[in-house]
């Protein structure tokens, strides 16, 4: 069994910043790409960053300039360190990885039970 726990969330104010951690335990054999999503109330989940296993990146462009993603390989660890945040920032933020269990498998979707970030103006 994989899981995926995130952490870090919280009020911030306009302008502010906050570190997202998301840390994968169970019988990994490797992870793939790591990604994370977002979700305001009401609206679709989007995706926000994504960093591949050798640690190429894309934004969205809603937070290019202002998002950092990163991963640590040997921790089982994505990170999101979020900068300037806006209002409309405000949303649960959602882990995402591509697991491997075994050799020669498919990699599995697991997801975190994300946490709340709230940017208030």
């Known amino acids: 069994q994989v899981q995926l726990v995130e952490s870090g969330g919280g009020l911030v104010q306009t302008g502010g910043s906050l570190r997202l951690s998301c840390a994968a335990s169970?019988?990994?054999?490797?992870?793939?790409?790591m990604d994370w999503y977002r979700q305001a109330p009401g609206k679709r989940r989007d995706l926000v960053a994504v960093?591949?296993?050798?640690?190429?990146?894309n934004y969205a462009d809603s937070v290019k300039g202002r998002f950092t993603i990163s991963r640590d390989n040997a921790k089982n660890t994505v990170y999101l360190q979020m900068n300037s945040l806006k209002p409309e920032d405000t949303a649960v933020y959602y882990c995402?990885?591509?697991?491997?269990?075994?050799?020669?498998?498919?990699?599995?979707?697991?997801w975190g039970q994300g946490t709340q970030v709230t940017v208030s103006s």
């Open positions: 995402h990885a591509g697991v491997y269990l075994r050799a020669g498998d498919m990699p599995g979707d697991y």
């Open positions: 169970g019988s990994i054999l490797r992870i793939g790409t």
């Open positions: 960093i591949t296993r050798a640690g190429s990146t």
